[in-house]
T-cell receptor
């Protein structure tokens, strides 16, 4: 099992460009999550998907969209990147009870 | 308004001693708490958890204590090892969230264990 995989690992964008961060899990989990981590800010929830076909906003959804393509995949899209979206992005899926299993992260820089 | 607070950005301890990481919360509706450990350039990994109906949970060198009246939990690591050096996040689940199982995270505490 690969667990939770994220692509790309690193990305540099110019302001206004768009991109999609990919996340996939092979553990047959229902719930998936996207977080961003900024220095001194901890992990903040952007969007989540409680099950295939459903998505909901988290704490900081502005500037992002998501797609739960199927049970395995949950992608995060930046339509028009801004410097404030420079961050490390983590995807996670729920293991059992309340425990979440995290991917390795995507480090995004917007110039 | 931050509902899960880790007021110490960093903590430094000697190898072999006890590390105590603290977490405070403001919402009495939190019913489950978790600790995650994060190394640089890696994703957070689950460490230990505790339900609000308990006051202590132990797993090897790691023990989490919950004081509901004070809305405070702590993670004890005994004995501390250099490999424990990482950022530790406290997280909490809000009762009544249905099937979303969302977690609220603190800002993290950087633990450095010196040999």
């Amino acid at each position: 099992n690969a667990g939770v995989t994220q692509t790309p690992k690193f990305q540099v964008l110019k302001t206004g460009q768009s991109m999609t961060l990919q996340c996939a899990q092979d553990m047959n989990h229902n719930s998936m999550y996207w977080y961003r981590q900024d220095p001194g800010m901890g992990l903040r929830l952007i969007y989540y998907s409680a099950s295939e076909g459903t998505t909901d906003k988290g704490e900081v959804p502005n500037g992002y969209n998501v797609s739960r393509l199927n049970k395995r995949e949950f992608s995060l899209r930046l339509e028009s990147a801004a410097p404030s979206q420079t961050s490390v992005y983590f995807c996670a899926s729920r293991v059992e009870h309340y425990e979440q299993y995290f991917g390795p992260g995507t480090r995004l820089t917007v110039t | 308004d931050q509902q899960v607070k880790q007021n110490s950005p960093s903590l430094s301890v000697q190898e072999g001693r006890i590390s105590i990481l603290n977490c405070d919360y403001t919402n009495s509706m939190f019913d489950y708490f978790l600790w995650y450990k994060k190394y640089p350039a890696e994703g957070p990994t689950f460490l230990i958890s505790i339900s609000s109906i308990k006051d202590k949970n132990e797993d090897g060198r790691f023990t989490v204590f919950l004081n509901k009246s004070a809305k405070h939990l702590s993670l004890h690591i005994v004995p501390s090892q250099p490999g424990d050096s990482a950022v530790y996040f406290c997280a909490a689940h809000l009762r009544g969230g249905g099937s979303n199982y969302k977690l609220t995270f603190g800002k993290g505490t950087l633990l450095t264990v010196n040999p």
